[in-house]
């Protein structure tokens, strides 16, 4: 690493300890972006990069509730209002058993990029809390986002910032922080996104980041003269992202093979078609089930506590969650002849992973590109949420085609390196751009 880069890295570190995940972002950043900065020193004098890794503001909060035995539960809630620069602050929020400060810190910088990168005029922020939703009634789901949002209501706003789903956050979850949202503030805004399609919700949302995931995949066969017609893939997760992923590379004449949960990997050597998605759909979604009953019903293979890394595949698509493809599972898929990975997921290949792949010549896109599909159509929604309306099926699909390509060529503009595009330095250098110059028309902000 440049020494100039080291020792910036070492002073990020310093000041945010015991946030490894944060470090790996940022670094992945820096090391993008610290050519390019030479070039353009104006950046280095306006202080851009101490401004940019620090968040606006971060709110921590105490989430009491009450589980269905009448027992008292506390939870950590979090926002990071990471930046606003070219928008009101926009991300997920994320229950699960891990969160951290760290890693919501991680997710909100790659977010910030990531917006950058739709077009779209959002700033970046995330959030989420310590709560575990698996095993929990949906009364207590409930009585848990109650409290959650009583507490976040009051730190945001349609144009202040806009939560979104993330991992553990779906549908329901959305539901039950909309209306108490609702009850407390008596409005009716455009105040969260991937809300219900009948009380202001997007045609297209829930479907967005795996459709925009495949889009961009297309467009990088379509650069070689290729497509995803007839190859194999590997997905892993079996959740949101990763069913809608699925969904469209069965549309666009592709196979995919496996599934996963964090308990393991299903390998279904037939093609998991979209009969066989309904059932996971609804496994999922509806029966809040494990993944290894799909082997059980379609008799497919289950490998426990597995990833689908070491499964003979053309593309492979990480679609869980941070650092799920390490060294060996590169490895093992530049051996089985993998050509392309997208991240579906956000960071969820490690960094000598990343190595491995680029060495190698695979088509890497990295996630705040790939995935940048699902926040993209949230931008979508506040549009139609602000003009009371509602538009179709067709017209946010296109739309959602269009910012897919526009990434794409993003990437291929600041990226191209001979022979080969540097898909992370493309969007990181794109995505840093137009963030750091507003930042510069603002002032000292
Ligand atoms: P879901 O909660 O719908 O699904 C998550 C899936 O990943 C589940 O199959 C889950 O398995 C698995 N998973 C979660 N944590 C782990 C873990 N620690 N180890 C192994 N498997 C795990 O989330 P999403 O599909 O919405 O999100 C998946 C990824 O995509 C995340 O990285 C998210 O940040 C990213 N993303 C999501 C967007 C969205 O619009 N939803 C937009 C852009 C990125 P299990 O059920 O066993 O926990
Ligand atoms: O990581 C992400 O981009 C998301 N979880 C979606 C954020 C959003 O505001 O739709």
């Known amino acids: 690493m440049d020494n100039s880069l080291n020792n910036y890295m070492e002073k990020v570190i310093s000041r945010n300890p015991s946030q490894p995940e944060f470090h790996q972002a940022v670094e992945e950043v820096l090391e993008s972006i610290w050519p390019f900065l030479k070039h353009n020193?104006?950046?280095?004098?306006?202080?851009?990069?101490?401004?940019?890794?620090?968040?606006e503001r971060v709110l921590m909060f105490r989430v009491p509730w009450k589980d269905d035995k009448g027992n008292i539960?506390?939870?950590?809630?979090?926002?990071?209002?990471?930046?606003?620069?070219?928008?009101?602050?926009?991300?997920?929020?994320?229950?699960?058993?891990?969160v951290n400060l760290g890693i919501l810190k991680f997710l909100g910088f790659e977010q910030v990029f990531k917006n950058s990168l739709t077009t779209l005029p959002l700033g970046g922020g995330k959030g989420g809390a310590d709560f575990d939703p698996k095993g929990k009634s949906d009364s207590e789901v409930m009585s848990f986002c109650q409290s959650f949002?009583?507490?976040?209501?009051?730190?945001?706003?349609?144009?202040?910032?806009?939560?979104?789903?993330?991992?553990?956050?779906?549908?329901?979850?959305?539901?039950?922080?909309?209306?108490?949202?609702?009850?407390?503030?008596?409005?009716?805004?455009?105040?969260?996104?991937?809300?219900?399609?009948?009380?202001?919700?997007?045609?297209?949302?829930?479907?967005?980041?795996?459709?925009?995931?495949?889009?961009?995949?297309?467009?990088m066969f379509k650069l070689k003269g290729d497509s995803i017609k007839d190859k194999t893939v590997a997905i892993s997760g079996s959740g949101n992202v990763a069913q809608y992923a699925l969904e469209k590379i069965n549309q666009l004449g592709g196979k995919v093979v496996t599934l996963s949960d964090s308990s393991g990997t299903i390998y279904d050597k037939d093609g998991i078609d979209n009969e066989k998605l309904e059932y996971v759909i609804d496994l999922k979604n509806n029966k809040r089930g494990r993944i290894k009953e799909y082997a059980d019903q379609y008799n497919a293979e289950y490998f426990e506590s597995s990833r689908p890394w070491n499964i003979k595949c053309d593309v492979a698509i990480p679609c869980a969650t941070q650092n799920e493809l390490?060294?060996?599972?590169?490895?093992n898929l530049v051996a089985n002849g993998c050509v392309c990975v997208v991240e579906g997921a956000n960071m969820p290949t490690s960094p000598d992973a990343v190595e491995v792949l680029l060495e190698s010549k695979v088509l890497f896109a990295p996630g705040?590109?790939?995935?940048?599909?699902?926040?993209?159509?949230?931008?979508?929604?506040?549009?139609?949420?602000?003009?009371f309306a509602s538009w179709s099926r067709q017209e946010v699909d296109n739309k959602l085609k269009n910012i897919m390509k526009n990434i794409h060529q993003q990437c291929v503009t600041h990226g191209t390196e001979d022979d080969y595009i540097n898909y992370i330095r493309g969007a990181n250098i794109a995505g840093f751009i137009k963030v750091a110059d507003s930042m510069l028309d603002q002032g000292v902000v």
């Open 73 to 98: 539960q506390v939870n950590r809630g979090f926002r990071v209002e990471f930046n606003s620069a070219i928008g009101p602050y926009k991300g997920g929020l994320r229950f699960h058993p891990s």
């Open 368 to 387: 705040k590109a790939a995935n940048a599909g699902g926040v993209a159509v949230s931008g979508l929604e506040m549009s139609q949420n602000s003009i």
């Open 41 to 55: 020193p104006h950046y280095i004098h306006a202080n851009i990069l101490d401004r940019l890794v620090e968040p």
């Open 149 to 219: 949002m009583t507490e976040l209501q009051r730190h945001i706003g349609p144009y202040t910032d806009v939560p979104a789903g993330d991992i553990g956050v779906g549908g329901r979850e959305l539901g039950f922080l909309f209306g108490q949202y609702k009850r407390i503030r008596n409005e009716f805004t455009g105040v969260l996104t991937g809300k219900g399609i009948n009380w202001g919700g997007s045609l297209i949302r829930p479907e967005a980041t795996g459709y925009g995931a495949v889009y961009f995949a297309e467009e």
């Open 326 to 331: 390490e060294l060996q599972d590169a490895k």
